[in-house]
């Protein structure tokens, strides 16, 4: 009975170690991974960091100031910003 304890145990501190979020251990782990972010997300660095920047953004050209606040308004969106331009 020892054996089987500590093999458990030793089981399911190798699963947890691994996993996102262990749920339930018994015989074997229920593990939740957390879900999937866009690689967009990921590797995405915000340029428009302070009000100092606006007018270095106002000074490019139009197609670019445009992606560049459309590529803001959507990291900022997916990163919960509360604002109703995330509602559209």
Do not use: H
Not at 23 to 44: H, K, N, P
Not at 81 to 87: L, Y
Request: net charge positive; aromatic share 6%; charged share 20%.
């Amino acid at each position: 009975m020892r054996c089987l304890m500590a093999s458990l145990i030793i089981l399911s501190t190798i699963s947890a170690a691994s996993a996102d979020r262990v749920r339930l251990c018994l015989l074997f782990c229920l593990v939740e991974s957390a879900g999937a972010t866009d690689s967009f997300s990921a590797s995405y660095q915000r340029v428009i960091t302070s009000p100092a920047d606006s007018a270095a953004i106002k000074v490019l050209p139009r197609g670019v100031r445009e992606r560049l606040t459309r590529n803001e308004v959507l990291y900022r969106c997916s990163q919960g910003w509360q604002n109703p331009i995330c509602q559209k």
